[in-house]
């Protein structure tokens, strides 16, 4: 529940299955366009975040800043950039599941599922 939705911003929901469901989560975003209205935000962003799955390195593009976390919700991971397309060494991690939250050079913020494998 959102006390005071403000209109034209974005917001992020974690969704956690139960256990039958092995716990999974996931991410779902929002944009707020009236207080009494709704709409999904498109996924199809700018944003580019690749290859994923990924091995040592990964490559971003149209993003300000980038923060990794593990499946515990925990930071493993931060950067800020300052050019259009970067490189983000992945290789001090352990193989699994991330999420990369991205926040766009609009001030946009994205999360996303990222699979390390080696």
């Given amino acids: 529940m959102i006390p005071s939705p403000t209109p034209n911003s974005i917001y992020t ?7 039958d469901y092995n716990n999974y989560s ?4 929002y944009k707020i ?3 009494t ?4 935000v498109d996924q199809t962003s700018h944003i580019k975040i690749y290859p ?9 593009q149209n993003i300000q800043s ?8 925990q930071e493993v991971k931060r950067m800020s950039f300052n050019t259009h397309q970067n490189v983000v060494s992945v290789s001090d991690l352990p193989e699994g ?18 699979l390390i494998v080696r």
């Fill in 97 to 114: 599941v991330y999420f990369v939250e991205s926040i766009d050079n609009n001030n946009q913020k994205m999360v996303q599922k990222l």
């Fill in 13 to 19: 929901c974690k969704v956690t299955l139960s256990s």
């Fill in 52 to 60: 994923n799955p990924a091995n040592n390195e990964l490559f971003v």
């Fill in 37 to 40: 209205s709704v709409e999904n």
């Fill in 26 to 29: 996931f991410y779902v975003i």
């Fill in 33 to 35: 366009v009236s207080p």
């Fill in 66 to 73: 980038l923060t990794l976390k593990n499946t515990l919700g």
